[in-house]
């Protein structure tokens, strides 16, 4: 869900492509082309990478795969070119 902070109200729904139950999900910043993504670290140790604008429940462009357990945060570089996650592991994964 998008929250306004400010009015303290729900103004966005999107709902997980991959099924998943999602422990974190991150928006990578803006580019030139304006899509947002999201990044989401699920039980099963993925990072799934999706665009939820594409389509009701949006589209997944990757799953990425490394993490031995749930994926506890997800983090985008402030270019948007990396993802940061830490898991159950103990692991930072980059």
Known sequence: EIWDVVASKCVHKILSVARRILYS???RPFRKSQELWL??????GEIILWTPQSSKRGEIRHILQG???PVFCVKWSKD???IC???????VRL
């Open 39 to 44: 990044a989401g670290g699920s039980v099963f």
């Open 67 to 69: 993490h031995v357990g």
């Open 80 to 82: 948007g070119n990396y």
């Open 25 to 27: 999900s991150c928006f």
């Open 85 to 91: 996650s830490t898991g159950d592991d103990r692991k």
